[in-house]
């Protein structure tokens, strides 16, 4: 027994309700029995159909499309669950939506990331536990407890065993400046030198590709980002590491797969041999595109949730 709770009860919305079900199989528990829907005017109404006075209770719930729905499904089920008394409440949020607001980039911008957070805060939230936040220093607009674990143990994992001693004849490739400090880290536990892909944005959801910075000639690179949402990005980062660069292939990997507008098709159009995701947002079909292969993130989570319920240091995870 703990002292915030006498037990574990884990919920889902319907966001990811699949990676929340793996979650619950690996703990050796079940889902929490629950109703997330809507009334014929859309409004979303949550139903608990189990006691949960007492209990540490965790909600899986990723932000991701559609943002707004599922934003709203999590917090009213923290309401929810507020108000039927549970010990604490987790927000366990895999892919944290908003996150690209975090800054007044020009005169009269929001700040999206901060208010997302203080109506987290306000709904009824004890802390978060999150996945590759887009901008770190998001931890800080919360004035309660936020873990942000790192996907790129499970990348290291996948491409040491995919290409075991060639990789140190590869290069990691940052697509753009403001990934250079994540590809890094990615680079030194493979052992593998860094590129980066110097990019010129014009306007939202497109670039245009300027130069590569490094020696990529005749190597095996891999493209390591955060997220692909249009694939704009990825796609131009590729064409200029093989075009311009003369890099002899192509692999990606990101930790959110958003893919949203023109973005399977890009990616099924474009030199990227594969794309590497994590499974924070929802998988799509295997039919729309042969190049995009999906990594289960529920054992880290698994860890990560059974960690904080026990009141035990998660740093492990972080390394």
Request: charge should be neutral; proline fraction near 3%; glycine fraction near 6%.
């Given at each position: 027994?703990?002292?915030?709770?006498?037990?574990?009860?884990?919920?889902?919305?319907?966001?990811?309700?699949?990676?929340?079900?793996?979650?619950?199989?690996?703990?050796?528990?079940?889902?929490?029995?629950?109703?997330?829907?809507?009334?014929?005017?859309?409004?979303?109404?949550?139903?608990?159909?189990?006691?949960?006075?007492?209990?540490?209770?965790?909600?899986?719930?990723?932000?991701?499309?559609?943002?707004?729905?599922?934003?709203?499904?999590?917090?009213?089920?923290?309401?929810?669950?507020?108000?039927?008394?549970?010990?604490?409440?987790?927000?366990?949020?895999?892919?944290?939506?908003?996150?690209?607001?975090?800054?007044?980039?020009?005169?009269?911008?929001?700040?999206?990331?901060?208010?997302?957070?203080?109506?987290?805060?306000?709904?009824?939230?004890?802390?978060?536990?999150?996945?590759?936040?887009?901008?770190?220093?998001?931890?800080?607009?919360?004035?309660?407890?936020?873990?942000?674990?790192?996907?790129?143990?499970?990348?290291?994992?996948?491409?040491?065993?995919?290409?075991?001693?060639?990789?140190?004849?590869?290069?990691?490739?940052?697509?753009?400046?403001?990934?250079?400090?994540?590809?890094?880290?990615?680079?030194?536990?493979?052992?593998?030198?860094?590129?980066?892909?110097?990019?010129?944005?014009?306007?939202?959801?497109?670039?245009?590709?300027?130069?590569?910075?490094?020696?990529?000639?005749?190597?095996?690179?891999?493209?390591?980002?955060?997220?692909?949402?249009?694939?704009?990005?990825?796609c131009n980062a590729a064409k200029a590491l093989i075009e311009v660069g003369g890099a002899k292939s192509v692999h990606a990997c990101a930790s959110h797969g958003v893919l949203s507008g023109p973005a399977i098709d890009r990616i099924n159009d474009s030199v990227i041999q594969e794309l590497a995701l994590?499974?924070?947002?929802?998988?799509?079909?295997?039919?729309?595109?042969?190049?995009?292969?999906?990594?289960?993130?529920?054992?880290?989570?698994?860890?990560?949730?059974?960690?904080i319920y026990q009141e035990v240091s998660i740093s492990k995870l972080f390394r």
């Amino acid at each position: 027994m703990i002292s915030h709770g006498k037990d574990i009860k884990v919920f889902s919305g319907n966001a990811n309700p699949k990676l929340a079900e793996e979650v619950c199989k690996l703990m050796g528990t079940k889902l929490g029995e629950s109703e997330v829907g809507t009334f014929s005017d859309g409004e979303i109404f949550v139903s608990l159909y189990e006691t949960v006075r007492g209990s540490d209770v965790f909600v899986i719930q990723s932000t991701s499309t559609p943002v707004n729905n599922n934003l709203m499904e999590l917090l009213i089920m923290i309401d929810a669950l507020k108000r039927a008394s549970a010990g604490r409440i987790t927000a366990v949020i895999p892919y944290f939506g908003y996150a690209r607001q975090d800054r007044k980039a020009k005169a009269r911008d929001p700040i999206t990331a901060k208010m997302v957070a203080n109506m987290l805060t306000t709904a009824g939230a004890d802390r978060v536990l999150t996945m590759d936040l887009h901008a770190s220093q998001i931890q800080g607009f919360f004035d309660i407890p936020v873990d942000n674990l790192a996907g790129n143990p499970i990348f290291v994992d996948y491409y040491a065993k995919k290409f075991g001693t060639d990789c140190e004849n590869m290069m990691v490739v940052s697509p753009d400046v403001g990934s250079v400090s994540r590809a890094r880290a990615f680079a030194q536990k493979l052992h593998m030198n860094l590129a980066i892909v110097d990019k010129r944005r014009q306007k939202a959801n497109s670039c245009e590709v300027m130069n590569v910075i490094g020696d990529v000639a005749g190597k095996d690179c891999i493209l390591f980002d955060d997220m692909v949402d249009t694939g704009g990005s990825l796609c131009n980062a590729a064409k200029a590491l093989i075009e311009v660069g003369g890099a002899k292939s192509v692999h990606a990997c990101a930790s959110h797969g958003v893919l949203s507008g023109p973005a399977i098709d890009r990616i099924n159009d474009s030199v990227i041999q594969e794309l590497a995701l994590l499974n924070t947002v929802p998988e799509i079909d295997a039919s729309r595109s042969s190049k995009i292969k999906y990594l289960s993130v529920a054992p880290m989570f698994c860890e990560a949730i059974e960690r904080i319920y026990q009141e035990v240091s998660i740093s492990k995870l972080f390394r």
